[in-house]
């Protein structure tokens, strides 16, 4: 995972840099749902609209290098028109979104003047129709005013980017204006939506690995999300008072040292002294509570002096009451672990936590620990619960960019010795909680696969090679024998082991040329292999240069290749465009690969197939944890057009992990006390229960949904899976050929009250699957605005002769 201007994308880097935030950090009931939008209308588009400064509906670029962006009274029509200028070189843009018809003619027409235009490199200054057009013609110089019309085809867009751009690809001095900018409609072709399915013509089933899942240590994924832990940075890898500490410093603070020399864990033990009634207080905010919940911990101290005791008090900061306190005595100068219990009778997401100490003398504070008492082996009980709805054959696990930097020996052993690092490619700590014994615990808990990242950045392959051997060696080799005295004597016999994370990419940790990598994943491959034969390698992957290179040198030691893909709100608003993007790049790499077949002579006789391990979209601002996007209606609908993708595309297709699975860019959202499905969520649980895995063909015409279909396992229901990326409700004909299925169909549907709509942890939900009802196959059927729906035809059984 790299951060948001990933490499993948098909769009240009210009528009890559377009983050149109218009989504509401409220509920839903408080934001502004999205309509129906006027087709082929610029808004704005003669710039007369302004307030202040700004121009209405038109966005500038930012940042470095970049040229001034105003409104200006030199006009071609009306008073205003955009501007930019600069005198020296710089990039320079103004942005708009417009709708449009989709399969639809239209002519754009524009003015524009320059003066003094000098380009440095590029194709110079004009519009352009952001993935539309690749019409441009640049001008330079200087020109009075002068029309520009383009006619362009909108295919299946509903939308897109108009950018009047001072330089085309490159930077500019100069003066450049844009006014009365229009579309006026040519044609617009007429769709009857009909198609057959063809029952008899089955597919290659699409294994169930499609619905895999991705977990990374990044934000609030693990720490904050899946684990139950309630304390952060419970082993101080932050000195308290820090402004990057969790933990402040109440009473006398000057009493609050740090152990550096002789340490519980980490590089750092609290000591507070207590002088009577002077002393040093150490205390957390943020807490969560449920009503008739206990809670449950440890706390680790030593002491010196006369201390009588410490008091660990849990409060309600609304009111300031005491909610529970443990009183801890009879310390002395040996670390002990004491247990915590504590009773809440209340609601709240702002209680907190602090540890006192009373008497006279010195207090180390080693670690504590604070649990709801419903945890599952560590794990919170209401993500657990959500997962499982999920049901997820395979999680990837650690990383991720993480893994780039990561010591799986970190997070073996005792978990309160554990040491805490810095998050070696995200912010935080990494706390070390969540190692290979309790992710195994995870896996076996959810009954899925694990599928482990080894670290190919700073990593070597011996380090790789003892990892397998730690996981899947018999008692009696050297790591077998650690993993035993670490409490698992027998082997977990993981079979699922990616060689690195987009190591092609310059923001990982480790990255190097193609060249040396493929000699450094051979190695791996060779040390990992020799441990186990049996493992299944993935290699990284990447379009291009990269996987060409890998597949070349590396086809026999792998046996799938991975690809990863994130996509934004390129279009800033159309619906159509928008859910597209994610079965648009999945047929593409299915399509680049099938040509990698033909054209790569070490992959004849071999069948790599690709591993997606990493896709979902990513924009937005992040509103749980660090990557923690809000997920609405439409997101969803791009993730079940995803899986009818990965359906059409089984016969290359193996594996896809939704990335991630909890709070970061994830499907599953959380707040201390509740959780809750993402949009993204509900539809990949829907499918994963409702839809099919073996694919068959439609033929016919399908517009404008996003179809397919597929047999149950057992044959016994046929599914038709109907995405509509439109805001209206849709009318379709069907006919099935091939079998004879039952006079009803059930119908189930992922629906919303608008595109626009999301859920929310502790709220009721808003993007919902509904109850299964069920209808006359008439063989018309009615799909509602923005929603995806499965209807599921039952088999008639054959005849007894």
């Avoid at 030199?74 to 417009?98: C, F, M």
């Avoid at 999920?390 to 073996?412: E, H, M």
């Avoid at 195994?440 to 190919?456: D, G, H, Q, R």
């Avoid at 090679?465 to 790591?479: A, H």
């Amino acid at each position: 995972m790299k951060m948001n201007r990933h490499r993948h994308c098909a769009l240009s880097m210009t528009v890559i840099t377009l983050l149109i935030l218009i989504f509401s950090c409220k509920g839903y009931r408080e934001s502004q749902p999205s309509m129906m939008p006027e087709w082929g209308i610029i808004p704005n588009g003669s710039a007369e609209k302004v307030v202040s400064s700004t121009v209405e509906n038109w966005t500038p670029a930012e940042g470095r290098n970049t040229a001034l962006h105003f409104y200006s009274s030199e006009a071609h029509d009306g008073n205003k028109s955009l501007h930019i200028y600069s005198s020296q070189p710089a990039y320079g843009v103004w942005r708009t979104r417009v709708a449009v018809k989709p399969w639809s003619v239209y002519k754009f027409t524009g003015w524009m003047k320059t003066e003094g235009l000098v380009n440095q490199e590029g194709e110079g200054a004009g519009f352009y129709l952001v993935n539309l057009s690749e019409s441009f013609n640049g001008m330079s110089g200087t020109n009075d005013w002068t029309e520009v019309t383009m006619e362009f085809e909108t295919g299946c867009n509903d939308s897109f980017v108009l950018e009047c751009l001072f330089n085309r690809g490159g930077r500019s001095s100069g003066r450049v204006w844009f006014d009365n900018m229009k579309l006026e409609p040519v044609s617009s072709e007429k769709i009857n939506t009909a198609f057959t399915i063809d029952a008899s013509g089955e597919k290659e089933p699409m294994p169930l690995y499609i619905y895999g899942q991705f977990i990374e240590h990044l934000g609030r994924c693990i720490y904050g999300g899946i684990w139950a832990e309630m304390i952060d940075d419970r082993k101080f890898w932050y000195e308290p008072g820090d402004r990057m500490s969790p933990w402040t410093i109440s009473g006398n603070r000057i009493l609050l040292k740090m152990d550096r020399s002789n340490s519980f864990v980490g590089d750092q033990t609290p000591v507070m002294a207590c002088r009577g009634e002077e002393k040093a207080i150490l205390r957390q905010d943020g807490l969560g509570l449920r009503p008739e919940m206990d809670y449950n911990g440890r706390i680790i101290l030593k002491s010196s002096g006369s201390v009588n005791s410490v008091t660990i008090r849990l409060i309600n900061n609304s009111n300031g009451q005491t909610v529970g306190e443990n009183v801890i005595s009879g310390l002395n100068g040996t670390y002990e672990t004491y247990p915590l219990s504590f009773r809440s009778g209340i609601f709240t997401h702002n209680a907190s936590i602090e540890v006192i100490p009373e008497g006279n003398g010195k207090v180390w504070l080693g670690t504590l620990s604070l649990m709801p008492a419903d945890n599952i082996e560590g794990f919170r009980a209401d993500v657990m619960e959500l997962l499982k709805g999920l049901k997820s054959p395979v999680y990837r696990w650690p990383g991720g960019n993480f893994v780039s930097g990561y010591d799986w020996k970190d997070g073996i052993g005792d978990r309160d010795k554990r040491p805490p690092r810095k998050n070696p490619a995200w912010r935080g700590v990494e706390h070390n909680d969540v190692g290979i014994h309790e992710f195994m615990k995870f896996c076996e808990l959810l009954e899925t696969e694990p599928y482990i990242a080894v670290n190919a950045g700073l990593g070597g392959a011996e380090e790789a090679r003892k990892q397998v051997e730690y996981c899947n060696g018999t008692g009696n080799t050297p790591m077998g024998r650690w993993r035993g005295a670490n409490g698992h004597p027998e082997p977990w016999k993981v079979k699922w082991w990616s060689v690195g994370n987009e190591m092609y990419g310059s923001w990982q940790i480790g990255h190097m040329p193609t060249e040396e990598f493929v000699e450094k994943h051979n190695q791996f491959a060779s040390a990992m292999r020799s441990v186990d034969p049996d493992i299944l390698l993935v290699a990284v992957g990447d379009p291009g240069p990269w996987d060409e290179m890998i597949l070349s040198n590396c086809a026999d030691n792998m046996d799938y290749i991975s690809e990863h893909f994130y996509r934004q709100d390129w279009h800033g608003g159309g619906l159509m465009t928008h859910i597209r993007q994610i079965p648009d790049v999945i047929s593409e790499r299915a399509e680049i690969h099938r040509k990698y077949r033909k054209e790569i002579p070490s992959l004849e006789g071999k069948d790599i197939r690709i591993c997606m391990d990493e896709w979902n979209y990513w924009y937005g601002p992040h509103i749980y944890g660090e990557l923690g996007t809000r997920y609405f209606l439409r997101d969803a609908l791009g993730i079940a057009a995803g899986i009818n993708a990965f359906s059409r595309n089984s016969d290359i297709i193996y594996m896809a992990n939704y990335a991630q699975t909890v709070n970061v860019i994830g499907c599953i959202k959380t707040n201390t006390t509740h959780s809750v499905y993402a949009s993204t969520g509900q539809a990949l649980k829907m499918y994963r229960e409702y839809f099919g895995t073996i694919p068959v063909e439609i033929s016919g015409e399908t517009r404008p949904f996003d179809v397919a279909a597929a047999f149950t396992e057992d044959h016994s229901v046929l599914v038709l899976s109907v995405v509509n990326p439109t805001w209206e409700q849709q009318e379709f004909d069907m006919k099935i050929k091939g079998i004879e299925t039952g006079s009803h169909v059930e119908i189930v549907a992922l629906t919303g009250p608008d595109d626009m709509a999301y859920n929310e942890p502790g709220r009721e939900e808003s993007v919902i699957i509904e109850e299964p009802v069920y209808s006359i196959a008439t063989g018309r059927y009615i799909v509602k605005p923005f929603s995806a729906t499965l209807f599921r035809f039952y088999r008639k059984p054959r005849a007894s002769l």
